[in-house]
T-cell receptor
Framework: GAVVSQHPSRVICKSGTSVKIECRSLDFQATTMFWYRQFPKQSLMLMATSNEGSKATYEQGVEKDKFLINHASLTLSTLTVTSAHPEDSSFYIC????????????FGPGTRLTVL | AQSVAQPEDQVNVAEGNPLTVKCTYSVSGNPYLFWYVQYPNRGLQFLLKYITGDNLVKGSYGFEAEFNKSQTSFHLKKPSALVSDSALYFCAVRDRKAAGNKLTFGGGTRVLVKP
């Protein structure tokens, strides 16, 4: 149990386009999901906390209009990178916190975004 | 505020030898502590966690970690390393009193186990 999936696993896009990344909790409900960004050989940096049915909470320095987050159901959160630029190229990882239980986070496999 | 330090960028160890990956933390209250492992181009895999109780926590793949409150440390250990343990390891902390359940990660330690 407690599986989190991300789609796509890898995406290459042209500069100026928008890219949507999906994060799904497959076998549990997640009131809260988290979006992280990881640069090569670096740690995970929390971008935002996604709450089902309400606006996401962004970390300092993260542009909310650049990184649109939607958490429309208890099993799905999406991150849209709008007007992507090469500096947005990164590894994006989501995690989901189980609504019941001890609030442990379960991580998705990540999405590698490359902006040309 | 909460923070995590992993003082070693890389740890090299021979297969069969003991492996230790260091982690120290800082929180205002009592911590939840976690260890995760990451293989190339993959997400994080949970290894173990400390919530409460016994200071020695046993986790997946033969790993264990010891919570030391006085030294604010949570070092990861494995008695006999395998080549397949070569990966990137992250320590993470969450303050029990903090709202939002945010995890703060250390910078990561790359483990290289040589045959």
């Amino acid at each position: 149990g407690a599986v989190v999936s991300q789609h796509p696993s890898r995406v290459i896009c042209k500069s100026g386009t928008s890219v949507k990344i999906e994060c799904r909790s497959l076998d549990f409900q997640a009131t809260t999901m988290f979006w992280y960004r990881q640069f090569p050989k670096q740690s995970l940096m929390l971008m935002a906390t996604s709450n089902e049915g309400s606006k996401a909470t962004y970390e300092q320095g993260v542009e909310k209009d650049k990184f649109l987050i939607n958490h429309a159901s208890l099993t799905l959160s999406t991150l849209t990178v709008t007007s992507a630029h090469p500096e947005d190229s990164s590894f994006y990882i989501c995690s989901a916190r189980r609504t019941s239980g001890n609030n442990e986070q379960f991580f998705g496999p990540g999405t590698r975004l490359t902006v040309l | 505020a909460q923070s995590v330090a992993q003082p070693e960028d890389q740890v090299n160890v021979a297969e069969g030898n003991p492996l230790t990956v260091k982690c120290t933390y800082s929180v205002s209250g009592n911590p939840y502590l976690f260890w995760y492992v990451q293989y190339p181009n993959r997400g994080l895999q949970f290894l173990l966690k400390y919530i409460t109780g016994d200071n020695l926590v046993k986790g997946s793949y033969g790993f264990e970690a010891e919570f030391n409150k006085s030294q604010t440390s949570f070092h990861l250990k494995k008695p006999s390393a395998l080549v397949s343990d070569s990966a990137l390891y992250f320590c993470a902390v969450r303050d029990r009193k903090a709202a939002g359940n945010k995890l703060t990660f250390g910078g990561g330690t790359r483990v290289l186990v040589k045959p």
